[in-house]
């Protein structure tokens, strides 16, 4: 870069990359496994192998399974999160293959979370904050 003008012409541009993306992408359900050292430790490979079959027995063409790295909450791997457009995320927390499978059916096809498999149910429960 040699001139002021020359980092704002880059700045406009990823600017323009970014919103196309978000855009195309804008009606996307998400859902992420944590598949840092440590959620691959506690299980994450087989909670992603049990999303990636969901999402392909969805056949949805808006769910889009993928994984993540860590997500800071060690002690409460595996880790899913689930991003709605438009919604707060919702984390899901000590999953399971067979728990993965409740929260497809019942949070990614129906809209309904399930709260008792939730970080903020798990700490309220703990007591923690």
């Known amino acids: 870069m040699k001139s002021l003008e020359e980092l704002q012409a880059i700045r406009e541009r990823m600017k323009s990359q970014i919103q196309s993306r ?3 992408g804008g009606n996307d359900i998400r859902v ?3 598949m840092a050292t440590c959620g691959i430790a ?9 999303l990636t079959e969901e999402t392909a027995k969805s ?5 889009k399974a993928g994984q993540t790295g860590c997500v800071g909450i060690c002690a409460y791997e595996p880790i899913v999160e689930v991003f709605f457009p438009g919604k707060e995320k919702v984390t899901y ?5 067979d728990k993965m499978r409740a929260v497809f059916k019942s949070h990614v096809l129906s809209g309904q979370p399930i709260q008792e498999y939730t970080y903020t149910y798990a700490i309220a429960d703990k007591g923690e904050k």
Do not use: I, T, Y
């Open 42 to 50: 506690a299980g994450a490979r087989a909670v992603l192998a049990a």
């Open 22 to 24: 978000e855009q195309a």
């Open 93 to 97: 927390v000590l999953m399971d293959p």
């Open 32 to 34: 992420v496994v944590g």
């Open 59 to 63: 056949g949805l063409s808006n769910v």
